[in-house]
T-cell receptor
Framework: NAGVTQTPKFQVLKTGQSMTLQCAQD?????MYWYRQDPGMGLRLIYY???????DKGEVPNGYNVSRLNKREFSLRLESAAPSQTSVYFC???????????FGPGTRLTVL | AQKVTQAQTEISVVEKEDVTLDCVYE???????LFWYKQPPSGELVFLIR??????QNEISGRYSWNFQKSTSSFNFTITASQVVDSAVYFC??????????????FGQGTRLTINP
C-alpha cells in the first residue's frame, strides 16, 4: 500500500501559468480533500469530494478547480497561478466521516 | 463555526523535560472529533490520535498522553521525558460529524516544538 501519493513534489510557476496537482489513494477511501498550508496558518481546506462524482468548496476555493476522476484520484487545478498561491499543498483521504484523514507527502508550489 | 486555537506558537525545552501543548476548540455540535497530527522537519503529516466527543477518557501511548476535557473545550497533549526526535510542528484539528458529506477538518495554527539536547 502506497497510501496517498501526490505529484509533483516541487513546482515553480510563473504568474499566469496553469498546472494540475495530482493525488491518488489506494486505500479504497470514499472521501478526498485538498488543503493548503501557509506559514503560521495551519492547513486550510480548499476543496473536497465526499464520494466519487461529487465535489464541494472548502474554506479557500478561489482560484482553484478540482476533478474527482474516479474513486482513487482527485486532482487540483490552478488555471492562472498567482503569487498568493505559493504554498504547500496536501491531499488527504478518509473512508468515513468518523475516520482519520491520511495525508500525502505534499507538493511545494512557488509562483513567481 | 468551528475553531481551533493553539495559543503556543513555539515552545523550546531541554531534552527529558515534560512538555504540554495546549489546544482549545469551539463547536456548536454535540458530536465531533478531535485529532492531533505531527509534522516533522521532513514535512509530512503524521496522525497521532483521534478522539470522539463522547469519549472523555484520557489516553496514554508510551511517552505521549492526551487530556480531553469537554468542560473547558480543551484537548491537550503532553510529551513526557521529551527527546530530540519529538521536535516538530504539532497540529490540533476538529471535525464535526457529517452525515451525508465528508469530514471537514479545521486545524489550529500549530505549535513548533524544539527539543534541545
Amino acid at each position: 500500500n502506497a497510501g496517498v501519493t501526490q505529484t509533483p513534489k516541487f513546482q515553480v510557476l510563473k504568474t499566469g501559468q496553469s498546472m494540475t496537482l495530482q493525488c491518488a489513494q489506494d486505500m479504497n477511501h470514499n472521501s478526498m480533500y485538498w488543503y493548503r498550508q501557509d506559514p503560521g496558518m495551519g492547513l486550510r481546506l480548499i476543496y473536497y469530494s465526499a464520494s466519487e462524482g461529487t465535489t464541494d468548496k472548502g474554506e479557500v476555493p478561489n482560484g482553484y478547480n478540482v476533478s474527482r476522476l474516479n474513486k482513487r484520484e482527485f486532482s487540483l487545478r490552478l488555471e492562472s497561478a498567482a503569487p498568493s498561491q505559493t504554498s504547500v499543498y496536501f491531499c488527504a483521504s478518509t473512508i468515513t466521516v468518523a475516520d482519520t484523514q491520511y495525508f500525502g507527502p505534499g507538493t511545494r508550489l512557488t509562483v513567481l | 463555526a468551528q475553531k481551533v486555537t493553539q495559543a503556543q506558537t513555539e515552545i523550546s525545552v531541554v531534552e527529558k523535560e515534560d512538555v504540554t501543548l495546549d489546544c482549545v476548540y469551539e463547536t456548536r455540535d454535540t458530536t465531533y472529533y478531535l485529532f492531533w497530527y505531527k509534522q516533522p522537519p521532513s514535512g509530512e503529516l503524521v496522525f497521532l490520535i483521534r478522539r470522539n466527543s463522547f469519549d472523555e477518557q484520557n489516553e496514554i501511548s508510551g511517552r505521549y498522553s492526551w487530556n480531553f476535557q469537554k468542560s473547558t473545550s480543551s484537548f491537550n497533549f503532553t510529551i513526557t521525558a521529551s527527546q530530540v526526535v519529538d521536535s516538530a510542528v504539532y497540529f490540533c484539528a476538529l471535525s464535526e460529524a457529517q452525515i451525508q458529506g465528508a469530514q471537514k477538518l479545521v486545524f489550529g495554527q500549530g505549535t513548533r516544538l524544539t527539543i534541545n539536547p
